[in-house]
């Protein structure tokens, strides 16, 4: 196991509240050996606390907030984490985050686009890719379905021969949850620092636009999901619009279950 065995959540400006509760408890379960902790704008700053992070992780929100609250030191301790060999974690608004650039609800009366500093991710993210999307609301709140690389996988289960934690080469089908976020576009389709983990399977458009990317950043590694893998369904309120939702999501818990311990393993982190 790594020796940084803290990972942070994210936890001020810009996130909302369900989501920090539950990238928090997914990661309880997920993470054994890892004490998981929350990090506010104002310690990532002052940089102490990332010399002993395993992973920073950062959820649903908006980020702009994010930005704000940061700022530009907040940014650049960040990106000197992960390029000096960290491991980070953006979820739908903090994938937005470490893009190069955004373009979210483009020509719509939420558009936010522009360049973003964190720039792990070489290329664009563009959402949201479901309609719908409201602040504070279920509205835009869709099950995503992704389908991952199995090429991806297969690379992993090749190293794990000698590992408990075994990740089976092929892994089904999984609904999400999904509420705002976007898909992944290139600036250069040859670079070799992205892999593309999985893609969406029910876009609107028709087009399998890549849902969760994989890049390498210095000695480090960084890992953007548009679709909410974290959460997790039987803590979702029914009652509030999500009631076609949560039944796919339960449909494939096995799947999720296998996406999320992939999702750690490109990490760097191990359950056991």
Partial sequence: MDQRKAIYVYHGKGVSKEATEMLFESLKTMCGNYKICLISPEEIRKGDLLRTAALLAIGGGYDTGYIQALQTDGMLNIKNYVEGGGSYLGICAGAYLACRRIEFDKGGKFEVCGNRDLGFFPGVCIGPTFPGFLYDSESGAHAAQIKTDVA?????????????????????????????????????????????????????????????????????????????????????????????????????????????????????????
């Fill in 152 to 272: 991806m996988v297969t690379n992993i289960s090749s190293t794990d021969q000698d590992n408990k934690d075994i990740i089976p080469k092929d892994i089904a089908d999984t609904y999400l949850y999904f509420n705002g976020g976007g898909h992944f576009s290139l600036d250069d389709e040859t670079t070799e620092n992205v892999k593309i983990i999985a893609r969406y399977n029910n876009s609107p458009d028709g087009i399998p636009h890549p849902a969760a990317v994989w890049c390498k950043v210095g000695r480090g590694v960084a890992v953007l999901s548009g679709p909410h893998f974290e959460y997790i369904a039987d803590k979702l309120n029914p009652s509030i619009g999500l009631n076609t939702v949560i039944p796919k999501i339960k449909q494939t818990l096995l799947s999720r279950n296998l996406f999320y311990r992939t999702i750690l393993k490109l990490l760097k982190i191990s359950k056991l």
